[in-house]
């Protein structure tokens, strides 16, 4: 999906983006100014609240604050669990906006 960087820095390749009900992940950097591609499909590797463990199809939450998803649902809506993760894996595996 074409998103434009309105920020006054280059976001950087692997950022998440937040939108209102989803996220996306930036595939390239975005030079300030610039549009680039965010991907809001596929299975992407990304920061997980490690005190949090997940099972395998869990539907899982953007957390803007800490960076990082969770399964609070008060948070952006961001996929599903690809993959089980105890509570100390610091990443997870999501597919995005499933």
């Not at 199809?57 to 803007?64: A, R, S």
């Not at 690809?82 to 999501?94: G, L, M, R, S, W």
Request: overall charge negative; glycine content about 10%; proline content about 3%.
């Amino acid at each position: 999906m074409p998103y434009t960087n309105a920020g006054g820095t280059t976001i950087t390749a692997g950022t998440v983006i937040e939108f209102a009900a989803m996220i996306g992940i930036v595939t390239a950097d975005i030079a300030a100014g610039g549009t680039g591609i965010v991907a809001i499909r596929r299975v992407w590797r990304i920061a997980k609240d490690a005190t949090v463990a997940v099972t395998q199809g869990d539907q899982l939450y953007y957390d803007g604050v800490s960076n990082s998803v969770d399964k609070t649902n008060t948070n952006i809506p961001c996929g599903l669990a690809y993959t089980h993760e105890i509570a100390d894996t610091p990443t997870i595996q999501v597919i995005l906006n499933k």
